[in-house]
């Protein structure tokens, strides 16, 4: 089992360009967090998808979209990126959506320039 | 709003010294609290969670609702001990979503 996978791994975008990030979640597992991580901080919650439907937002713009499928796995779409929006993008998943145990991907590494 | 608060951003022991890493946070419920570690080139995971009381790697951790703190300690670090601690907290509410630390980067040294 490969566990979270994310990719790309690493990706530059312009700012204003939009921007789709993808995830496939543990086997067996049915939940996908997503998480920012910018450089010297710790990981801020973006949103939580079960079932199709996002089900919990941190505190982000509604330039933050997500989905999921119904394999399970997850994308999160950023539009008109900004020089912030520049971080690691985590992804977790969990057997439902209250199950601490996450098991989180490696990330996507996303530059705006 | 919730806030976890991590003072140190690097904490340096020698091997066999006593370890505690600080986390203090704020929240005006009964959170659920935990610590999470990446090792280096590894993966963030789940290192203990305070409600399971379990001891990890020799790492425990208590929670001090008086003093909003939930530090992490070990009596004797060990050089693989050296990674990335992140506390962090979550509201209790059925969802299992957290907020994190900046986090505390410990390096043991032989």
């Known amino acids: 089992d490969a566990g979270v996978t994310q990719s790309p791994t690493h990706l530059i975008k312009t700012r204003g360009q939009q921007v789709t990030l993808r995830c496939s979640p543990k086997s067996g597992h049915d939940t996908v967090s997503w998480y920012q991580q910018a450089l010297g901080q710790g990981p801020q919650f973006i949103f939580q998808?079960?079932?199709?439907?996002?089900?919990q937002r941190g505190n982000f713009p509604d330039r933050f979209s997500g989905h999921q499928f119904p394999n399970y796995s997850s994308e999160l779409n950023v539009n008109a990126l900004l020089l912030g929006d520049s971080a690691l993008y985590l992804c977790a998943s969990s057997l439902g959506p209250g199950d601490y145990g996450y098991t989180f991907g490696s990330g996507t590494r996303l530059t705006v320039v | 709003a919730q806030r976890v608060t991590q003072p140190e951003k690097l904490l340096s022991v020698f091997k066999g010294a006593p370890v505690e890493l600080k986390c203090n946070y704020s929240y005006s419920g009964s959170p659920e609290l935990f610590w999470y570690v990446q090792y280096s080139r590894q993966r963030l995971q789940l290192l203990l969670r305070?409600?399971s009381r379990e001891s990890i790697k020799g790492f425990t951790a208590d929670l001090n609702k008086g003093e909003t703190s939930f530090h992490l300690k070990k009596p004797f670090a060990q050089e693989e001990d050296s990674a990335m601690y992140y506390c962090?907290?979550?509201?209790?509410?059925?969802?299992?979503?957290?907020?994190f630390g900046k986090g505390t980067m410990l390096l043991v040294s032989p």
């Open positions: 962090a907290l979550s509201e209790n509410s059925g969802y299992s979503t957290l907020t």
């Open positions: 998808y079960y079932e199709e439907e996002e089900r």
């Open positions: 305070h409600i």
